[in-house]
């Protein structure tokens, strides 16, 4: 039977992960504040960095901007299979920028409520590598990532009710179909601070590892895809699993029946059994550029 959280301890666990604010030197930070995200492609992984490490990589409309900007040119540019998105220094995102809210506070500001859906609407996988702390916008972010690799000590936390703020973004649209609507209603209304190792069991992520490898074991897990899955059939799978959310068993059914006949029509089928066969790795052509 699992424990009921401490209240004590979820109050102390929060104040851990303060939003935007890091008093420890930073090593092997790169960029300034003219790149709040880093971007890097090697072996068809386009490796982005969120770039704050002085402030946990506090979450900043440059940062958001720049971010989208850099996945919209991905989803665009037949070289990159996989997104990889991580964080400098000793934080993935640990929230908004808490001088931003700051300077909101008291007023009715309108944001656009599916920005940070974009990972999951990309043709492209997107991985998650939570290397420490993600709080607020910052886990949810990580969590509209296809594949999420978390450090097994990072502390991860909606915070939401802590600041007096709603469930942003559609968290509570996807924290239900990720953990069900009982451990989404606990991580919402609580704002508990949830490890990686308790974030792997109940299905917040997909894979907890020591904090040292987790940004390398989510890397090899991008590479293997970008180098032996088909770009064609990720982004169709993709577009399977968010269509099926929304739809009723037949219409997945057959939309995966129409699928299936066009898959064994074209050419990265073919050349997946060919390469099977051949016992060669595949050579599977990248994703055009979208119409």
């Known amino acids: 039977m699992t424990e009921a959280p401490d209240p004590a301890g979820t109050a102390r666990g929060a104040e851990d992960v303060k939003d935007g604010e890091d008093n420890e030197a930073v ?10 995200v880093l971007s890097d492609l090697d072996s068809g992984v386009l490796r982005l960095t969120l770039n704050r490490p ?6 900043t409309p440059a940062m958001a901007d720049r971010l989208s900007a850099l996945l919209r040119a991905a989803d665009h540019d037949p070289q990159v299979r996989a997104v990889l998105i991580t964080g400098a220094g000793r934080a993935f995102c640990a929230g908004a920028d808490m001088a931003a809210l700051s300077a909101i506070s008291g007023r009715e500001v309108r944001v656009d409520g599916r920005a940070l ?14 290397n420490g702390p993600a709080a607020g916008v910052g886990l ?19 915070s939401f009710s802590m600041r007096g703020l709603s469930a942003e973004y559609g968290a509570a649209w996807l924290l239900p179909r990720l953990v069900g609507r009982g451990r989404a209603l606990d991580l919402l209304l609580s704002s508990r601070v949830v490890l990686g190792e308790e974030a792997a069991r109940i299905g917040l992520v997909d894979f907890a590892c020591p904090r040292e490898d987790v940004v390398v074991d989510a890397l090899d ?15 169709v799978i993709k577009r399977q699993v968010l269509r099926a959310a ?3 068993f037949a219409t997945a059914a057959d939309e995966a029946a129409d699928l299936m006949a ?6 990265d089928f073919a050349e ?11 050579r599977f052509p990248g994703l055009p550029p979208r119409g």
């Open 272 to 282: 997946g059994v060919g390469s099977y066969l051949d016992k060669r790795p595949p």
């Open 117 to 130: 859906a974009l990972p999951a609407e990309l043709r492209k996988p997107v991985i998650a590598a939570l």
């Open 221 to 235: 897990y991008a590479r293997t895809l970008a180098a032996s899955c088909s770009p064609w059939s990720m982004a």
């Open 262 to 267: 066009e898959s064994f029509a074209g050419p």
């Open 246 to 248: 929304q739809s009723d």
């Open 140 to 158: 949810v972010l990580a969590l509209f990532a296809d594949v999420r690799f978390a450090a097994a000590d990072a502390k991860l936390t909606t």
């Open 27 to 36: 090593e092997g930070a790169e960029g300034t504040a003219e790149d709040p």
């Open 54 to 59: 002085d402030r946990l990589n506090a979450w």
